[in-house]
């Protein structure tokens, strides 16, 4: 059973460019969360992606974008990126699709390193 | 707002020695709190999710216990390759978003 996977697993990006994440959640899966985890400090909820809407924001600017594919997988977007964007992107997914059903436990990839010049 | 604090920070412990992690938490209907485990430059591992006050669960050496206001993470005999950063995050009711701690990095020497 493949878990959530990310690409890439590391990238290199001077201030002002643009970067684009990707994640496949875990098989059986239908939600994509996404979460930015500065060094030493816990995961921050930036956004959350079912049936190719956004869900859910958190307190991110609007250069943080995404988007979701008809196979549930996602892509997060950074334009303008800044120094303090450098941070491990993580993505999770969940299983629990309809709107207010059950408590949706979320399965994290590995993450992808984004360092800023 | 819904807050996660985590305590202590970090710890160093001798293998064999049990101990308690502890979460304190502040959320408007708690739908469920979770505990993963983090490796050094890795995404969280689930450990457990906890619905209710007096709810608990275990697995190997690890049991995680809920109250109306804390979640205690036991580690009981821990070996060296317990050794990572344990992450408490909650879910309040109506929102999909979780939120976490910064985390007890976990120390277990030989």
């Known amino acids: 059973d493949a878990g959530v996977t990310q690409s890439p697993t590391h990238l290199i990006k001077t201030r002002g460019q643009q970067v684009t994440l990707r994640c496949s959640p875990k098989s059986g899966h239908d939600t994509v969360s996404w979460y930015q985890q500065a060094l030493g400090q816990g995961p921050q909820f930036i956004f959350q992606?079912?049936?190719?809407?956004?869900?859910q924001r958190g307190n991110f600017p609007d250069r943080f974008s995404g988007h979701q594919f008809p196979n549930y997988s996602s892509e997060l977007n950074v334009n303008a990126l800044l120094l303090g964007d450098s941070a491990l992107y993580l993505c999770?997914?969940?299983?629990?699709?309809?709107?207010?059903?059950?408590?949706?436990?979320?399965?994290f990839g590995p993450g992808t390193r984004l360092t800023v010049l | 707002e819904d807050q996660v604090t985590q305590s202590p920070e970090a710890l160093r412990l001798q293998e064999g020695e049990s101990s308690s992690l502890n979460c304190s938490y502040t959320?408007?209907?708690?739908?469920?709190l979770f505990w993963y485990r983090q490796d050094p430059g890795k995404g969280p591992e689930f450990l457990f999710t906890l619905y209710s006050a007096g709810e608990e669960k275990e697995k190997e050496r690890l049991k995680a216990t809920l109250t109306k206001k804390e979640s205690f993470l036991h580690i009981t005999a821990p070996k060296p390759e317990d050794s990572a950063t344990y992450l408490c995050?909650?879910?309040?009711?109506?929102?999909?978003?979780?939120?976490f701690g910064s985390g007890t990095r976990l120390q277990v020497q030989p």
């Open positions: 999770a997914s969940s299983g629990f699709g309809q709107p207010w059903g059950g408590t949706d436990t979320q399965y």
């Open positions: 995050a909650v879910q309040a009711a109506g929102r999909r978003a979780l939120t």
């Open positions: 992606y079912y049936e190719e809407e956004e869900r």
């Open positions: 959320v408007s209907g708690l739908r469920g």
